[in-house]
């Protein structure tokens, strides 16, 4: 069995006997419910897509893009990081951003080099160590915001949401874009799972927009409830404490006495 | 009771009960689709009334299983089948039950509506998540992506087709034959009566 948005849709047709006809109002219904409650943060699922880098130094993001975990080249199939710089010349196709004169230097050769030990390069920091710091807020990595640097590369890109893309600096020579994001978990032209334990909850919400829009005000207002209801059971249930927390909770409230 | 008994029963009944000529079948279609149309509407009256508000509790037995061959549309680029027929309607929405594979249900295609494709083509829920989709034009059929081995191939239909289309051998679909089959007399009586008081209307 597999628990998707089509398993939520089946189940509220069969629960009003109805037919397929209305399989793409309720299909409707249970993606408004998907996104009421923020289910794409609760999947987790985090998406890792190469994109292609146009002439214009830029590359354009998924349609499905919420917010983004890294942003990197690919190396050896190891993602090196890239670092956010709000200064970087956004352009436009009047007036694209001029290309650097060092060009001739392909990336790629100063990943060896940093990756041989040999620090240095011309647009690398040349950090021996690991500096992506796992910054992780509310679900959202938060590394680039707090100017804590996120990779090796020193400011080579910046977001422009309102044209949807992300701007290289001009240094950068590379056909590939590695994005690893946090998607809207919404697929609708194909796998659309969702979390087991807000299955009811969703049922719930697919009800009562059932009932707000035929008219029938006191069902929605009851369905309505058993969606609030759903929705807290579902915190509820999100947030439950494992054994072993428990136990660490215990542990660090009691402290061991001598004996008298 | 197949179609062909039950018109036999329909000219033997009436012509005890009228005393009058013989009925054309297309006289006794007509009447059998009314009544039966009237029953569909009292089930959905009665449903609504116990506060279900979908047609989906519309009885199997007014059912009629049939195989369409599909076929492809160059102008409109799109495969459909011919029902040649509009099926029965209830307010407003058809009654095409189930549209899939021949072999069992391994292949259903959801009905959308014809009206609706327009307004979800801009929303998520208009890709279906990939489940094959069909919606109906009058008679036609159109699937929105079939499947390759279902071209040139037959597709199973259930839906509340009108009597006068099925054939002889057919069950016609109701849930209570010998009841329907009262209602259809009764009502061919009360037209011959109407018929002949008009025509003596007409001659005084």
Redesign the interface.
Known sequence: MIY???YVVQSC?AD??????????Y??WA?DGFKRMNMSNATSVVKSVLLDVRPDHSAFLPDDYVDYTKIGIEHCGQVLNLNSNPNIFLGNSASPPPHCAKTDNDITCDCNNFLNGQLGGDYFLGTSYWQYMSFWHNGQFTAGYYGVGAGYGAGTYRLDLDNRKICLGSCIVAKKLVLEYIGTG?????N?TIPYESIEALRAYVHWQ?HRF?G?NIAAREEKRRFQMECAALVHKKNAMTAAEWMELIRESFYQTPKR | MNKKDFYNSVQILFRQKAKSYELHGQQISIVADQVRGTQLKDEVRMAKREGDMSLGIIPDEYLTTKEFVTKYNPRRARWYIDLLTLPVSIYGTSLVKYIGSVRGRELEFVISRNSSQLMYSALEAGGMLGINDCFQEGKFIYFNNLPFEYENAPILIKAVFPIFILDDDDEIPVPDPEKFLMDVINILALSEKGEEHNTNDNKT
């Open positions: 998707d948005a089509n047709l009003t006997d109805s037919d397929a006809t209305h399989y793409k109002k299909l409707k993606i919404i697929d609708a032209t194909g659309f059932r035929s029938n």
